[in-house]
């Protein structure tokens, strides 16, 4: 019998303590409790210790969540890559893209696996969606439409909107549609009084021709998450709030109403909501990683160089909205 893989959590804010549930409860992993150096922290999470002692912590562990702000992550990353501890981080995976490629070089030179926790991936909605766009359900892929919009959350104090929430978009637009960005362009706004930018609008391009455009902000008053991938044949629309796709197809039927018939693209076809096995994304991402630990194959997981790729691409969206900004 294969022995667990022990694992450990450094960082004990929201997200890790959602790890900390997660890896607790995960088949083929033995959790052994969190670092965290802050003053005030429970001594215990999960009924496992919490533990100011770095050294001694990463002596215990296989592999570790790097839940720290995210400009901590190189430091970690860099004292797990000279441990041989292997890390799945939260994205984006570090708060530059010269800090993203380092970690890169790092687990790479170490023959670590690295992996970062961008999880949309893992949304029963998206994988569905990605599933059907291969097997051509839209045929050619014209757009790609995200919204990514609510209210401000406290627990952000060192990135904009853009690193924090568009990386989401970044990621899960190439990753839907198996395409690179070619070329990105942003208008962003500070309304809120901090540093950092907390509106955008982001348009692309992808490396088959597809448009896309992402709307993300932190100063709507209510949560929207949404995908609308459309393209020769109809529409998917994924709600990854509620992890719901819904198919629009073009019509096919022939038009009376010569109001309607003038229009010279699509009319409105069939409409399909799927059933999907709505599995928690962030337990299904621990898996994957898990796997990718004891087996080595990286294939289910989000590598550090395509995290590192996300931030290059957050970067050039934030430097465009800088040279547009209203002064």
């Given at each position: ?23 607790n ?12 150096p ?7 999470v ?34 797990l ?20 490629r ?6 790479n ?36 439409a ?63 021709g ?9 100063l ?27 198919y ?20 409105e ?10 599995k ?33 691409i957050?970067e ?12």
């Amino acid at each position: 019998m294969t022995a667990a893989l022990k694992a450990g959590v450094l960082g004990l804010g929201m997200m890790g303590r959602n790890h900390c549930r997660v890896l607790n409860s995960l088949e083929g992993v033995d959790f052994v409790g969190v670092y965290d150096p802050a003053d005030g922290v429970d001594p215990t999470v999960e009924g496992k210790p919490v533990t100011k002692d770095l050294d001694a912590f990463l002596d215990t562990v296989d592999y570790c969540v790097i839940a720290t702000p995210t400009v901590y992550h190189l430091d970690m990353g860099r004292m797990l890559a000279e441990r041989g501890v292997h890390a799945l981080i939260e994205k984006p995976v570090a708060h530059t893209a010269e800090a993203s490629r380092e970690l890169v070089e790092l687990f790479n030179a170490a023959g670590l696996i690295g992996g970062v926790g961008h999880i949309e991936r893992f949304n029963p909605a998206l994988q569905s969606m990605r599933s059907r766009l291969q097997d051509g359900v839209l045929g050619e892929i014209y757009q790609i439409a995200t919204r990514r919009q609510g209210p401000f959350p406290g627990r952000i104090a060192d990135v904009g909107v853009i690193k924090d929430l568009a990386t989401h978009d970044i990621d899960l637009t190439a990753w839907v549609s198996q395409q690179s960005y070619v070329s990105v362009n942003a208008r962003t706004t500070h309304r809120s009084g901090r540093p950092h930018e907390d509106m955008v609008i982001a348009i692309g391009t992808l490396s088959d021709g597809t448009i896309a455009s992402h709307t993300v902000n932190w100063l709507t008053p209510f949560k929207e998450r949404t995908t609308i991938v459309t393209g020769e044949k109809g529409s998917l629309v994924a709600d990854t709030l509620t992890a719901d796709l819904t198919y629009y197809a073009n019509g096919v039927e022939q038009l009376s109403w010569p109001g309607i018939s003038a229009f010279r693209g699509v009319s409105e076809g069939d409409v399909i909501r799927y059933a999907l096995n709505k599995k928690e994304p962030l337990r299904s991402e621990h898996e994957a990683f898990r796997d990718a630990v004891a087996t080595g194959d990286t294939s289910r997981i989000v590598t550090l160089a395509e995290g590192a790729e996300v931030v290059n691409i957050a970067e050039k969206l934030i430097a465009d909205g800088l040279t547009h900004r209203l002064v």
